[in-house]
């Protein structure tokens, strides 16, 4: 960084989302921000602009002096085109070259999301992002892996919200299947137990880990 942030890119930074360290503002201001090493761009669309370390040190200071007022998250609209994950049992979840290197393409930018907004960068533990979207973000880790979602046709994984503060449920009709899943959400980063269903069989409770 050559030079201090204006006072409007102050204020971009100082009302970037507390979770994720997304940040809006003009393109001049975006621009100027990345240049100065204190957001970058994300490279999947819809192009979302987030904090650095270096950023989210200047948004802490200013809230020191003087902390804002706490606002409720608001889950963006994905515009259509914009990758989303298969959580399982989408009709139309069909393998195709395309799809996989979408796959591959938006886990990558999820990691540099994971190396930019962590303190130390480190890649192999979920971030504040991904908290806030637990289930997508479980099942992106699923489908970079390899794992297939389960179709309306098909078998396969299904990730679901449960009533556990920042756990996902993850189902599998094939035991070996379900431990492939399971070995998959390690890798990524999440901590994975297994329990037994009331009616017989075996599902996944995976949280992210913090450390």
């Known amino acids: 960084m050559t030079r201090p942030p204006t006072a409007a890119q102050r ?3 100082e009302a970037a989302e507390p979770e994720t360290g997304r940040i809006t503002g003009t393109g001049t201001q975006l621009a100027r921000l990345v240049a100065l090493g204190l957001a970058f761009r994300h490279p999947r669309p819809p192009h979302d602009h987030f904090l650095t370390p270096a ?24 515009p259509s085109g914009v990758f989303t994950a298969r959580l399982g049992g989408e009709p139309d979840a069909v393998a195709t070259p395309a799809r996989a290197r979408d ?26 992002w991904e908290r806030g979207r637990l289930a997508h973000s ?10 297939v979602p389960a179709t309306a046709t098909q078998p396969g994984y299904r990730v679901t ?4 503060p920042e756990a996902v449920a993850v189902r599998h009709p094939d035991p070996a299947a379900l431990t492939d899943c399971a070995e998959a959400l390690r890798r990524a980063g ?9 009616r017989g069989g075996r599902w996944l409770l995976a949280s992210p880990r913090r450390a």
């Open 11 to 13: 204020r971009v930074i």
């Open 55 to 78: 950023g989210h040190r200047i948004r802490e200071a200013a809230d020191a002096v003087s902390p804002p007022a706490p606002e409720p998250p608001v889950e963006p609209t994905a």
């Open 103 to 128: 796959v591959r393409t938006a886990w990558q930018g999820l990691l540099e999301i994971r190396r930019m907004t962590h303190r130390d960068g480190a890649t192999d533990r979920p971030c504040a």
């Open 138 to 147: 479980a099942a992106l880790a699923l489908e970079a892996a390899g794992c």
């Open 161 to 164: 919200d449960t009533p556990q």
């Open 190 to 198: 999440w901590q994975v137990s297994e329990h037994a269903e009331t």
